[in-house]
C-alpha cells in the first residue's frame, strides 16, 4: 500500500476533520509505532503503522461507524420530502454510502449506530442474536403491581403479541410518574410503548442508553454524532449477553 499523510490517515480513521487531526498531531497526541510524530505530513503505511491517539490504538479501516445521539423530532431515515432525518445531521460530503442500523420512533432519543457496514447492521439487528437494547422512560400512570414478573415471564401485547423475556427496572418514583429502564433482547415496532401500556403506564420520553455492549456516550450532546473508538466497535460486535 502505498505510504499516507499522517493528517489525511488520521481523519480517514474518523479521529476527526483534516484541520482537528493537525491540531492533535502538532499537540504530540498522536504516536506512530509508538513514537509520537508531530508532524501532519509525516507518510506513514495506512496498513501496517500503529497509529494510537491519546494512547488508544487506532485500527484502519476502510468502515464508517459512528454513534449518534439521536434529538427527537427526526426520523430515522435517510432522506425524507417533508421531515428531518438522522442522515441529515451528518455533512453532505459524509452522508454517501451511510445508513442507520435499526430503527428509532421520531420521538424516541439516544443512541443509533450510523455506519456502512452492511453485515455488522445485519448481525446487530438479526432476530436469532438477541443483540440486548437499553432504554430509559418517562412513564406517566400506575403501572401494575406484577409489572416487573410480566416482563420477566414473557409480556402479552394488547394485541396478544408475545414478548421475548425482559427486564423492567423502576429507578425513581413520584406520585403517579416514574423513570423506569427497560431491556430488550428483540425489536418490536414501538415495542417499549406498547409493553408499559400493558402494564398500565405511557411513555413520555424515551431514550435508548445501550446496543448491545456498547453505551451512549453520557456527553454527547443531543444532534451530535462522533466515531466509535476501536475498543467501542469491539462492544458492538461482542455476541450479546442474556
Ligand atoms: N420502543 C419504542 O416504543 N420506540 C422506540 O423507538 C424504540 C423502542
Not at 479521529?15 to 487531526?21: I, L, Y
Not at 508532524?39 to 503505511?45: C, G, I, L, N, S
Request: net charge positive.
Amino acid at each position: 500500500m502505498p505510504q499516507m499523510r499522517l493528517d489525511k490517515l488520521l481523519a480517514h480513521l474518523s479521529c476527526g476533520s483534516r484541520k482537528d487531526v493537525r491540531e492533535m498531531i502538532r499537540s504530540g497526541r498522536v504516536s506512530v509505532d509508538g513514537v509520537v510524530l508531530t508532524d501532519p505530513a509525516a507518510k506513514v503505511d495506512p496498513v501496517s503503522a500503529q497509529v494510537a491517539l491519546d494512547g488508544q490504538a487506532q485500527a484502519y479501516r476502510t468502515q464508517r461507524y459512528y454513534m449518534l445521539n439521536k434529538p427527537a423530532g427526526v426520523i430515522t431515515a435517510s432522506r425524507d420530502e417533508r421531515h428531518e432525518t438522522v442522515l441529515g445531521l451528518f455533512p453532505e460530503k459524509e452522508r454517501r454510502g451511510l445508513f442507520a442500523v435499526g430503527r428509532l420512533d421520531k420521538d424516541t432519543e439516544g443512541l443509533l449506530i450510523i455506519t456502512d457496514d452492511g453485515a455488522l447492521s445485519h448481525a446487530l439487528m438479526s432476530p436469532a442474536r438477541h443483540v440486548s437494547k437499553v432504554y430509559e422512560a418517562e412513564v406517566e400512570g400506575v403501572l401494575a403491581p406484577d409489572a416487573i414478573a410480566r416482563f420477566e415471564a414473557g409480556l402479552a401485547l394488547r394485541d396478544g403479541t408475545v414478548c421475548l423475556p425482559a427486564r423492567l427496572e423502576i429507578l425513581s418514583r413520584q406520585g403517579e410518574r416514574a423513570r423506569v429502564r427497560v431491556t430488550l433482547h428483540e425489536g418490536k415496532y414501538h415495542q417499549v410503548k406498547r409493553m408499559i401500556a400493558a402494564t398500565g403506564g405511557r411513555v413520555v420520553q424515551l431514550r435508548r442508553v445501550q446496543l448491545g455492549g456498547l453505551r451512549l456516550d453520557p456527553v454527547l450532546p443531543a444532534g451530535a454524532f462522533r466515531a466509535l473508538t476501536g475498543e467501542e466497535l469491539m462492544l458492538l460486535q461482542q455476541p450479546a449477553e442474556r
